[in-house]
């Protein structure tokens, strides 16, 4: 299954809590633990976890079901793959809040974290219908669906999301490389070539987005084409593809284009990265 980054960078779609996420309403601000809650915030923004995590949970003990703090201490703990901490606290979230679109999408996020489909896709499809204009969960809607083989479903999922990044200025790579990633398995470069130019633009230099070129050159018969946009993919670092996934990627261009010395060197390099994940 393809995850999005979120948990190593404690993000959600790119965006850090205090851009997006849980809105505070009235309620939210009278509450004892708010202060707390905004310090909280405020630390996880710069990165200080374990003070965070401590500001949390002053929070919560002044205000076991401020909802803004478990959200955000549900994120802090899928960063630290303890998803019983973050289902719990998910889970107090939604009952404290059922109309909080954005703890239903988290929940739905955990499940999906967890390969707990079903339960992601009833979770997502509930966020989705408390916020329509929110395009996180049709994109992970979207996975689960092709996780699960509903391709047709997942296709549909992932343009409505792609539209509604456009409509709210949220348009991310994300959204549309995991559509392009399933129309080039359907073997529709075309779409899949316009999704792929549109990523490449948003961010010129995201590895995925030069990686997933890449492999649409490849499939296209093109391995010059292929390598070329392989060695721009190398030379970025953000996204979830591998350095060793860009290698073998390139190996293969090399070969498919006769040339047999650099697709050699890009073996020697994959081998070095082989034996240092060994050791």
């Excluded at 401590?54 to 909802?67: F, Q, T």
């Excluded at 998803?83 to 939604?94: Q, T, W």
């Excluded at 509604?164 to 075309?190: H, I, P, V, Y």
């Excluded at 953000?238 to 890009?266: K, M, N």
Aim: hydrophobic share 45%; glycine share 8%; proline share 4%.
């Amino acid at each position: 299954m393809r995850f999005v980054r979120v948990a190593a960078a404690l993000l959600v779609c790119g965006v850090a809590a205090a851009q997006v996420g849980e809105k505070a309403g009235a309620d939210s601000r009278r509450s004892a633990g708010y202060p707390s809650y905004q310090q909280a915030n405020t630390l996880f923004v710069e990165k200080k976890f374990p003070e965070a995590l401590n500001a949390l949970d002053a929070a919560l003990r002044l205000d076991p079901k401020l909802v803004p703090a478990l959200t955000l201490k549900a994120k802090l703990a899928m960063a630290l793959d303890r998803y019983d901490v973050a289902r719990e606290c998910l889970e107090r979230a939604v009952a404290a809040d059922p109309l909080s679109a954005y703890a239903r999408f988290l929940y739905g996020f955990q499940f999906f974290k967890q390969n707990e489909l079903p339960e992601a896709i009833q979770s997502l499809e509930k966020a989705r219908q408390l916020d329509p204009k929110d395009p996180r969960p049709a994109l992970y809607l979207g996975l689960a669906q092709e996780s699960l083989g509903r391709t047709a479903d997942a296709l549909r999922s992932y343009r409505e999301a792609i539209g509604l990044g456009e409509a709210s200025g949220k348009l991310e790579t994300d959204m549309l490389l995991s559509c392009s990633r399933l129309l080039l398995l359907l073997g529709d470069f075309e779409e899949c070539g316009r999704l792929v130019a549109r990523a490449l633009k948003l961010d010129p230099k995201s590895r995925d987005a030069h990686f997933e070129s890449a492999r649409l050159r490849l499939k296209q018969g093109d391995g010059g084409g292929a390598a070329r946009e392989g060695e721009l993919a190398l030379q970025f670092h953000t996204g979830d593809v591998s350095e060793r996934q860009v290698h073998f990627l390139l190996i293969q261009a090399y070969q498919s284009s006769g040339r047999e010395g650099d697709a050699a060197r890009h073996a020697v390099a994959l081998r070095a990265l082989e034996q240092q994940v060994q050791k």
